[in-house]
């Protein structure tokens, strides 16, 4: 399970979905890539149509419930499981790569992604806990993945950063948070 993070513009979606397509190619199994970022561009990178793109549905906040655990801490909790998930919400792309997308802002004033956030770290979660599913996340630039944690049960995260200042300080603070959710 790898996520992809770093500055905006640094090409983050490009190797995230050039990395994919390798990976798909030498893998028996199918890899799952999906885009968490809110001006989603994932699926262009994949190869999908433009009619395909306008189909793709995102991830509905309905998969997962708030529940609380034996400690009574709040816990986030999958509706569905992994496969049905990814069955139902996930478009395939031509090297049979399946893509999931977080989110859509579908007008101004649509408010947070919360739900959504929680969406996709509870399907990480149980992907990691339960499945030997490969996994790509390309995330949203900046820290936002990180802060909320969606991206904590990946096993690596790539930092894509340009040679200057601001993009070399928004490295830094991704390494730094990836540290304290013990990311690779």
């Known amino acids: 399970k790898f996520a992809i993070a770093g500055k905006g513009g640094s090409g983050k979606t490009t190797i995230a979905g050039t990395?994919?397509?390798?990976?798909?190619?030498?893998?028996?199994?199918?890899?799952?890539?999906?885009?968490?970022?809110?001006?989603?561009?994932?699926?262009?990178?994949?190869?999908?149509?433009?009619?395909?793109?306008?189909?793709?549905?995102?991830?509905?906040?309905?998969?997962?419930?708030?529940?609380?655990?034996?400690?009574?801490?709040?816990?986030?909790?999958?509706t569905k499981k992994p496969d049905e998930i990814i069955n139902?919400?996930?478009i395939d792309t031509p090297d049979g790569i399946k893509l999931l997308l977080m989110a859509a802002i579908d007008h101004a004033g649509a408010g947070w992604a919360c739900g959504s956030h929680a969406a996709v770290r509870a399907l990480i979660q149980e992907m990691v806990e339960q499945y030997?599913?490969?996994?790509?996340?390309?995330?949203?630039?900046?820290?936002?993945?990180?802060?909320?944690?969606?991206?904590?049960?990946?096993?690596?995260?790539?930092?894509?950063?340009?040679?200057?200042?601001?993009?070399?300080?928004?490295?830094?603070?991704?390494?730094?948070?990836?540290k304290e959710l013990e990311i690779k």
């Open 19 to 78: 990395l994919a397509r390798l990976m798909a190619s030498k893998m028996e199994q199918n890899l799952v890539a999906i885009d968490g970022d809110s001006n989603p561009n994932l699926a262009t990178t994949l190869g999908l149509p433009r009619e395909k793109i306008s189909q793709i549905v995102p991830i509905p906040r309905t998969v997962v419930n708030r529940t609380k655990d034996e400690y009574g801490k709040n816990k986030i909790v999958l």
């Open 88 to 90: 139902e919400f996930g």
């Open 132 to 178: 030997d599913q490969p996994t790509i996340v390309d995330m949203e630039a900046g820290l936002e993945h990180l802060s909320r944690g969606t991206i904590r049960y990946v096993d690596c995260i790539l930092i894509i950063i340009e040679p200057y200042f601001k993009s070399m300080e928004t490295g830094a603070q991704l390494n730094r948070l990836a």
